[in-house]
Nanobody, 120 residues
Framework: QVQLVESGGGLVQPGGSLRLSCAAS????????MGWYRQAPGKQRELVAA???????NYSNSVKGRFIISRDNAKNTVDLQMNSLKPEDTAVYYC??????????????WGQGTQVTVSA
């Protein structure tokens, strides 16, 4: 099993910034693609940003130019720096990781989610 623990959510005013962090631990041999997803009330979960093990990044059009995803392979962490936040960024944000375990089984894991609220 792998645990993903997220931190850094909260309430912020429009135009403000927040940084989300996610730490992975457990049965990890190789931590491959990692990403952040979000789900707003009444909407489907959507990809926000993803990063490969070699730090190739991918962003949704709605956050491109405002959010930055990064990872530290030595610490098994992935961060999401969110700038110029808008009310429509309000959602529960989830960390996701594609993991090859020490038993050579590949699985997909999710964090518990952290609330981000952008409001005046």
């Amino acid at each position: 099993q792998v645990q993903l623990v997220e931190s850094g959510g909260g309430l912020v005013q429009p135009g403000g910034s927040l940084r989300l962090s996610c730490a992975a631990s457990g049965n990890i041999f190789i931590l491959d693609d990692m990403g952040w997803y979000r789900q707003a009330p009444g909407k489907q979960r959507e990809l926000v940003a993803a990063v490969t093990r070699t730090s190739t990044t991918n962003y949704s059009n709605s956050v491109k130019g405002r959010f930055i995803i990064s990872r530290d392979n030595a610490k098994n962490t992935v961060d999401l720096q969110m700038n110029s936040l808008k009310p429509e960024d309000t959602a529960v944000y989830y960390c996701n990781a594609d993991v090859l375990g020490r038993d050579y089984r590949r699985s997909d894991y999710w964090g518990q989610g952290t609330q981000v609220t952008v409001s005046a």
